[in-house]
């Protein structure tokens, strides 16, 4: 039983849960009015959207309570937010917590307020001690506010947000919980001597295999492997919640077709994957012109954006506990850099990494990347 369905504040600012296909609708796009003039801001890809909010085919809505929220204001929809609680992350974690999510409204602060209010309300009612937010399902899913680097576009999967959204939710009581750091990678016109030197040393000594890939057919049969691995590497990872065998096969059939083979690469030890490494080029430009939709021709522009653009976005990375400070992660840089460099890349993108992670901030630091983007993840008691 929900603690509210529909009520009214002094503002007319009126608060309904999404109940149908239409009230969906107007959830999945009402970011594109708040975004209509925002050069950063691009689409999400709809028809994923329409998947991931539908409970029959996200499986991360069978072991988590949900409620997704419209604010309207005389007819005219002005703010929205998700509230779940992953109940196996709970489990799991031993926590007793959850979360708010897509948030988006506009800059007033009584919207900001019932729209919040009514996630905490509801949490509360279900025995909830803390939210935290913004935050998905898990940390596949667009996580953190955007604190800095408002100036710079968004890339797929991650969050993007006016300013104000910031002092909206801080005004709400909500303390940082961990920040998440973003950063920009300038392609080398020379391979470095350091990556090289380990690089020879590994291949000529036979012991790991650097497997590159021609084809996503050739992808197929190493996504399983790949994301196994991440189960096994990620799970101290703030927000991760491990991927059930469907889940898998969820991620696979929805990524696939846009990964590019030749920014994938794996490295193996005998038949065993050990490491991976998944980039892909920027689809911001043909997802904005293809305005978040792949039919009819959206998914043309998209994939002659992805050919012609400059910038790189590192998407996943894992390397198997055993064989971490073995160079492993030296074969991969070393493809991955070469690949950019005959495609004409001149950034790379390290996509969010926690800031608690700081031995692969330390890595990306060495590589040369400097900090261009920060997110974060907020937390209140209930």
């Known amino acids: 039983m929900h603690?509210?369905?529909?009520?009214?504040?002094?503002m007319s600012i009126t608060l309904e849960e999404v109940k149908t296909r239409k009230d969906l609708k107007k959830f999945i796009y009402y970011p594109a009015s708040i975004h209509k003039n925002h050069d950063a801001w691009i689409p999400s890809i709809y028809p994923d959207d329409w998947k991931f909010f539908d409970p029959r085919k996200n499986k991360s809505f069978s072991y988590s309570d949900t409620v997704l929220l419209l604010a309207s204001n005389n007819g005219k929809i002005v703010g929205r937010i998700m509230g779940l609680i992953n109940k196996r992350y709970n489990e799991i974690h031993k926590e007793n917590h959850a979360r708010f999510a897509f948030m988006e409204c506009e800059d007033q602060t009584e919207i900001a307020h019932s729209l919040l209010q009514y996630i905490?309300?509801?949490?509360?009612q279900?025995?909830?001690?803390?939210?935290?937010?913004?935050m998905g399902f898990s940390d596949k899913d667009p996580q953190g506010l955007?604190?800095?680097?408002?100036?710079?576009?968004?890339?797929?999967?991650?969050?993007c947000n006016h300013p104000y959204m910031v002092d909206l939710i801080e005004n709400e009581g909500y303390k940082k919980k961990v920040d998440l750091n973003d950063y920009l990678i300038k392609v080398p016109d020379k391979m470095p001597e350091l990556y090289t030197g380990i690089y020879s040393r590994l291949i000529n000594n036979g012991e790991f295999k650097l497997v590159e890939f021609k084809s996503t057919k050739e992808l197929k049969d190493f996504i399983i492997p790949v994301l196994q691995l991440m189960n096994e590497t990620y799970g101290k990872i703030y927000g991760y919640v491990p991927l059930t065998e469907k889940e898998m096969q969820e991620y696979a059939k929805r990524y696939l077709p846009i990964l590019d083979p030749d920014f994938c690469k794996v490295v193996t030890k005998?038949?065993?994957?050990?490491g991976f490494v998944i980039a892909m080029p920027d689809l911001g430009e043909g997802l904005k012109k293809a305005k978040g939709k792949l039919y009819p021709f959206g998914i043309f522009k998209i994939l002659t954006s992805m050919k012609r653009t400059k910038h790189l976005v590192l998407l996943l990375g894992?390397?198997?506990?055993?064989?971490?400070?073995?160079?492993?992660?030296?074969?991969?840089?070393?493809?991955i850099?070469?690949?950019?460099?005959?495609?004409?890349?001149?950034?790379?993108e390290s996509h969010v990494i926690l800031e608690t992670n700081t031995k692969m901030n330390a890595e990306v630091i060495k590589a040369g990347g400097k900090e261009f983007k920060k997110f974060r993840i907020y937390f209140k008691a209930l």
């Open 337 to 348: 850099l070469e690949t950019a460099m005959k495609r004409g890349m001149t950034t790379i």
């Open 120 to 124: 905490e309300n509801w949490a509360k």
């Open 126 to 134: 279900k025995g909830m001690e803390k939210i935290i937010g913004p």
């Open 3 to 10: 603690f509210f369905w529909k009520f009214s504040l002094l």
């Open 146 to 159: 955007l604190i800095e680097g408002f100036e710079h576009r968004a890339v797929l999967e991650t969050a």
């Open 270 to 274: 005998g038949e065993k994957v050990i």
């Open 318 to 335: 894992a390397i198997h506990s055993q064989y971490r400070g073995m160079g492993t992660d030296a074969l991969m840089a070393v493809k």
